[in-house]
């Protein structure tokens, strides 16, 4: 097909595939104006009934690190928390020692 209309169809379908390409990317990398609102507002119920309502509630990943259940997640952060505090002591410290005085 070639002529005005096919052309007039053509040049339709591309911007409306445009425009659905560029509001899937600003719904996956915007954060709505409620949703931040409630956040700094600190009104906690809203913003998770938000943050739902925006993410859904997807389900959570399975397998961390190799792990599968509750128990071996925990231990593998416990230990991952324990290996990294040494480093967060040294960046934390300055600003602790400032709000203690």
């Not at 052309?7 to 659905?20: F, G, I, N, T, V």
């Not at 709505?32 to 925006?54: C, G, M, P, V, Y």
């Not at 990294?84 to 709000?99: A, N, Y």
Request: charged share 20%.
């Amino acid at each position: 097909m070639d002529g005005p209309v096919a052309s007039a169809m053509r040049k339709a379908k591309y911007e409306y595939k445009l425009l659905l390409k560029r509001k899937s990317y600003q719904a996956q990398t915007c954060f709505s104006n409620k949703l931040h609102d409630a956040l700094i507002n600190k009104e906690f119920t809203q913003f998770w009934r938000s943050w739902n309502a925006k993410f859904g509630n997807r389900p959570q990943a399975q397998v961390i690190n190799g792990c599968s259940d509750h128990g071996s997640i925990a231990e593998a952060f416990s230990e991952h928390a324990l290996c990294i505090r040494p480093t967060l002591d040294l960046i934390l410290m300055p600003s602790l020692q400032l709000m203690s005085s």
